[in-house]
């Protein structure tokens, strides 16, 4: 079995300004993730090495880039799967450093799949995690930095908050297929800017922004509430026990713009025999992948990918 991973960094509308600089990091996400399947590796640890990388870059909507709530607080949702179908996920966490392991800590340490709100912080606190300084808060710093800049200052209300969006792009997420045939999926995220307290979206959800069974494994970016209802990542790996990745891929995404319109989001899946599958249906995307064979990761900013 030929080990695969693939990284995404949020579909939107990402200004040109970070591109560069955000390539760089998904790249190292793809090193970070590879470097452990390359080593005999489970897929699920690939997966979360690559996420908690995300996070701790800054540069993302997740961990320090994470975008504020409307109360200005941050509070993180993410989740990880494995082949075996074992879950974990944590919802809506007041400010923690890298929620994708607090996720892998609920799959491991406890009886159940989901942990939330200031509990799920409690529960993390006590096993040794740390809560990120005002300063780390990268996201939080650069929204306000956008909103009190001249050209944010004179924009309309719902252009500035669009464009503040788009400045962060949405969540970050990795699939990948171990040599043993097991496939895993971790997705991270700050969620929607400016979001009610306490509101969770795709990202901790079952079926909806993260979904792996023996044949595929799929993460989602974009709107949470649109995710949720399309159940995306569900869709994909169902489809795909009838139709090839690519097409399954492309049903499922073509299900959720007619049902909830263009700018909804995007998706990255890896199958059992390696094939790589991404689609979105926002202005942009950043992906990344690498397998064995290659001279190093290849990542793109627009292009659908179907190998
Ligand atoms: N896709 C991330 C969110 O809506 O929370």
Redesign the pocket.
């Known amino acids: 079995m030929r080990p695969v991973i693939v990284v995404h960094g949020g579909a939107g509308r990402i200004p040109k300004k970070y591109v560069e600089e955000r390539k760089k990091h998904i790249s190292k996400a793809v090193y970070t993730g590879y470097s452990v399947l390359d080593r005999g590796g489970s897929a699920l640890e690939a997966v979360v090495e690559a996420v908690a990388y995300m996070e701790d870059s800054g540069w993302f909507n997740a961990g320090r880039g994470s975008v504020p709530t409307s109360d200005g607080d941050v509070e993180l949702?993410a989740a990880v799967m494995n082949c075996d179908g074992l879950f974990g996920a944590v919802g809506s966490v007041p400010n923690l450093a890298n929620p994708v392991r607090l996720a892998l800590e609920v799959l491991r340490r406890t009886p159940h799949r989901m942990l939330v709100g200031s509990k799920a912080k409690f529960f993390g606190l006590r096993l040794g995690f740390r809560e990120m300084y005002a300063d780390e808060l990268i996201g939080v710093k650069r929204i306000w930095e956008y909103i009190s800049s001249e050209e944010g200052e004179y924009a309309h209300l719902l252009d500035r908050l669009e464009r503040a969006r788009g400045i962060f792009g949405?969540?970050v997420g990795a699939v990948a297929v171990d040599a043993g045939g097991c496939l895993a999926a971790a997705v991270s995220?700050g969620?929607?800017l400016f979001?009610l307290g306490g509101r969770v979206?795709?990202?901790s959800i079952l079926g909806a922004?993260i979904m792996v069974n023996k044949v595929a494994s799929a993460v989602?970016?974009?709107?949470?509430?649109y995710?949720i209802d399309s159940m995306l990542c569900y869709n994909i790996v169902k489809y795909r026990r009838y139709y090839s990745l690519a097409a399954s891929v492309r049903k499922a995404m073509n299900f959720m713009t007619r049902f909830r319109g263009k700018d909804s989001?995007g998706v990255i899946a890896v199958d059992r025999w390696g094939h790589i599958a991404t689609m979105h249906n926002t202005e942009g995307m950043g992906v990344g992948y690498l397998y064995k064979g290659m001279d190093g990761p290849k990542v793109g900013f627009t292009e659908y990918v179907f190998i």
């Open positions: 949702d949405d969540t995220t969620g929607i979001k979206g795709d990202s922004g989602a970016t974009g709107v949470g509430e995710i989001g």
